[in-house]
């Protein structure tokens, strides 16, 4: 068993010639290589939508926070509103 095992190992592969049909993807491959990069375009552009609704509302929220606290000056309030009430 071990001398046919060495015999196949080191026999050569028989040459294959190039072919047009053997080298080239075709449409099945122009049309995965496209759904591939439309579906990373679409990804993109939710991650990016997203990432900027996030950045508006921490500038909302940081903007209600300061008028919130120029609120609590004018008023005179000094406590904290996160502090809890006794």
Do not use: Q
Not at 11 to 38: C, H, K, M
């Amino acid at each position: 068993m071990l001398p046919v095992m060495i015999a196949l190992a080191t026999t050569p592969s028989p040459a294959v010639t190039p072919n047009d049909e053997i080298v080239t993807p075709g449409p099945l491959g122009f049309a995965a290589v496209a759904f591939i990069g439309i579906a990373v375009f679409l990804l993109v552009w939710d991650m990016l939508r997203r990432i900027r609704r996030g950045r508006y509302r921490e500038e909302v929220n940081a903007e209600l926070d300061a008028e919130e606290a120029r609120a609590r000056e004018a008023r005179g309030d000094d406590a904290d509103p996160t502090a809890p009430r006794t």
